[in-house]
């Protein structure tokens, strides 16, 4: 019964921004935390951002740092991406995830995440 949703994806120019919505029904209790992923064609998944529901910890994969935040509306098991100064190499299918509670390995591990969204597109162009 657990559905992840993202939205707000799209195309934008070069130095543009977005944001991005996921919204987590289902859930009997607050998901423990929450993560943006990201995909490029051909590559791995990998971890974005994730904020936790107990204490409001964030974590950002390095490259973007300054330029994205994530934020979370706990009630409604929602979490947000905003995307500044976006760049072509941030093309990707962006996936949302939760977890209802920690396995002990990092927070970009993808195995960690129960419930995932299908998708949302993001397309930078020059």
């Known amino acids: 019964q657990v559905e992840v949703v993202e939205s707000g994806g799209g195309s934008v120019q070069d130095g543009g921004s977005l944001r991005l919505s996921c919204a987590a029904s289902g859930f009997t209790r607050s998901p423990y935390s929450m993560a943006w992923f990201r995909q490029f064609p051909g590559k791995e998944r990998e971890g974005v951002a994730t904020?936790?529901?107990?204490?409001?910890?964030?974590y950002y994969v390095d490259s973007v740092k300054g330029r994205f935040t994530i934020s979370r509306e706990v009630p409604k098991n929602t979490i947000y991406l905003q995307m500044n100064s976006l760049k072509p190499d941030a093309s990707a299918m962006y996936y949302c995830?939760?977890?209802?509670?920690?396995?002990?390995?990092?927070?970009?591990?993808?195995?960690?995440?129960?419930?995932w969204g299908r998708g949302t597109q993001v397309a930078v162009s020059s």
């Open positions: 995830a939760a977890k209802t509670s920690t396995f002990g390995a990092p927070w970009w591990t993808s195995s960690e995440y129960d419930h």
């Open positions: 904020i936790y529901f107990i204490g409001s910890y964030t």
